[in-house]
């Protein structure tokens, strides 16, 4: 176990760096790992050669947790073995001085003293005691549930590191982005954002699509949370498999679409202005709705959009957009209210090279300005705010960019878990575990009947053992006794006690 220990505690180690640095197939930013080898080039050489910018997928990180799978094996299926043979055990024999245990109890009987003892064992087995008659005496213990319980809980620790493996080795977790009138197919390319396991095959995805038709969302109106999400729910169409007929879904909060294993999830939404872009020629290079990403809860968003077709020169555009827009003088634009009731688009204007011909990853969500220069107008950065309909009109003639209307986005996390119905059900088994052997109390009786020599009477002695810090149940053994015939009352030579924590 201490070993185990000191894995986990490497294995937590290890992730600090895939936390800090950026990482490949991870980061949302696809372009991070470059500019950070691009900034750090010795650095960055040197971290990418051991591995530290894809953390969870290097040999190392590899190493760690499968030591731990190997340690936590090592530590459960000894111990399961051995609750498995506790469990069948049968009760041990009396030890020499029962005076010496929790509860001691000592009686003179007048009777048969083999009835006694057969009147005991019936009232026993009554209980749930397992119990075992050896001649004059009678050893029995109950409680056997709780190594039940705990080989449950032991083993379903392993089947639950066994679920998350099966999980992490054959699922897939993606992000993607989809607006109003969108589609989506099932493809890794199709994916903003995708999270293989090693042994996911991208031609095991399921063949499903679907298209955003429309998105829905309620804000509360008034009062101290005004503005909170009431309800926000996607409308879509779905075709489950390739030439399968259409059809309409609801995909809410909690409630996902489900195709065959794979789930989608809707985790958030936003707004994308739709844009028409004419360059110096006069020619629209660039119409259709541009994806703005949300910063905080009234939805102010900011985005850019990048026009490599405009000619003479490329146009870049970014800013922000606000649903209901305002601009203070101190904290800058900021939407007071997340729904449209005055959506306005702010934006400043680059020309030059964009740098999408270089074959570098970059973001959708941010200019490359290295080779890029701002637009400016009477010695100041050229900056418009525009309303739909309206028309940003670039100096000297370099283009125009029309605000035509507001589509919405959505954003929905679609997850493929093979191991998810193993590890529920090893969950659950190891609380149903956990409780059991945390609730049931396993205690020994022993009862003897001797006869001393030279006594017509024989003597009985009856005594309890707690096998858990709970201690017996109290009056246990006065119950067992009151049902013997032909004894006399019983003297405790030492009180019933329960041992505490």
């Known amino acids: 176990?201490?070993?185990?220990?000191?894995?986990?505690?490497?294995?937590?180690?290890?992730?600090?760096?895939?936390?800090?640095?950026?990482?490949?197939?991870?980061?949302?930013?696809?372009?991070?790992?470059?500019?950070?080898?691009?900034?750090?080039?010795?650095?960055?050489?040197?971290?990418?050669?051991?591995?530290?910018?894809?953390?969870?997928?290097?040999?190392?990180?590899?190493?760690?947790?499968?030591?731990?799978?190997?340690?936590?094996?090592?530590?459960?299926?000894?111990?399961?073995?051995?609750?498995?043979?506790?469990?069948?055990?049968e009760p041990p024999r009396a030890p020499t001085n029962l005076a010496r245990l929790d509860d001691h109890r000592q009686a003179t009987v007048r009777g048969d003293p083999s009835r006694a003892v057969e009147v005991a064992a019936s009232y026993l087995r009554a209980r749930r005691f397992r119990v075992v008659v050896d001649g004059a005496s009678v050893r029995a213990e109950k409680g056997y549930l709780r190594e039940v319980g705990n080989l449950v809980f032991h083993l379903s620790l392993l089947v639950l590191l066994l679920g998350v493996a099966v999980g992490s080795l054959f699922g897939f977790e993606g992000r993607v982005i989809v607006v109003e009138g969108g589609s989506f197919t099932n493809t890794r390319l199709q994916y903003d954002e995708f999270t293989p396991g090693p042994l996911t095959s991208d031609t095991a995805l399921t063949p499903f699509s679907f298209t955003l038709d429309d998105?829905?969302?309620?804000?509360?109106?008034?009062?101290?949370?005004?503005?909170?999400?009431?309800?926000?729910?996607?409308?879509?169409?779905?075709?489950?498999?390739?030439?399968?007929?259409?059809?309409?879904?609801?995909?809410?909060?909690?409630?996902?679409?489900?195709?065959?294993?794979?789930?989608?999830?809707?985790?958030?939404?936003?707004?994308?202005?739709?844009?028409?872009?004419?360059?110096?020629?006069?020619?629209?290079?660039?119409?259709g709705p541009v994806v703005f990403v949300p910063f905080d809860g009234n939805l102010s968003s900011e985005g850019v959009i990048k026009v490599p077709d405009a000619r003479p020169t490329q146009l870049g555009f970014e800013g922000f957009f606000l649903p209901t827009g305002s601009v203070d003088p101190t904290a800058g634009p900021r939407s007071l209210y997340p729904d449209l009731l005055d959506p306005q688009l702010l934006l400043t204007a680059y020309t030059g090279d964009l740098g999408l011909a270089d074959g570098a990853p970059q973001s959708v969500y941010r200019l490359e300005k290295a080779a890029l220069d701002q637009v400016m107008s009477d010695g100041a950065p050229f900056a418009r705010a525009l309303r739909p309909g309206e028309v940003m009109t670039l100096p000297d003639g370099q283009g125009t960019l029309t605000f035509e209307s507001v589509s919405r986005f959505a954003n929905f996390q679609v997850a493929h878990d093979p191991g998810k119905e193993i590890s529920l059900a090893a969950a659950v088994a190891l609380l149903l575990g956990l409780t059991v052997s945390l609730s049931v109390r396993r205690r020994r009786v022993w009862i003897r009947v001797t006869r001393p020599a030279g006594d017509a009477a024989c003597t009985l002695e009856a005594a309890t053992f707690a096998m858990t810090r709970r201690g017996p149940v109290p009056d246990e053994l006065t119950a067992v006794l009151a049902a013997l015939p032909c004894i006399e009352p019983p003297t405790a030579t030492r009180p019933p006690h329960a041992r505490e924590d």
């Open 215 to 287: 998105f829905a969302a309620e804000f509360e109106p008034s009062g101290p949370q005004r503005g909170s999400a009431r309800d926000f729910r996607a409308e879509a169409t779905v075709l489950r498999a390739p030439g399968g007929g259409p059809e309409e879904v609801t995909i809410e909060v909690n409630h996902p679409l489900r195709v065959e294993g794979t789930k989608v999830f809707l985790t958030g939404h936003g707004y994308a202005p739709v844009v028409s872009v004419r360059d110096g020629r006069g020619q629209v290079v660039f119409t």
């Open 1 to 89: 176990m201490r070993t185990a220990v000191l894995l986990l505690l490497a294995l937590a180690l290890a992730a600090v760096p895939g936390s800090l640095l950026p990482q490949r197939g991870v980061a949302f930013d696809p372009g991070a790992v470059s500019r950070f080898l691009a900034d750090n080039p010795v650095l960055g050489t040197w971290l990418d050669r051991l591995g530290f910018l894809e953390v969870y997928s290097s040999p190392w990180f590899a190493a760690i947790y499968l030591l731990l799978m190997v340690s936590m094996t090592g530590c459960v299926l000894p111990r399961a073995a051995r609750l498995w043979r506790s469990a069948r055990a």
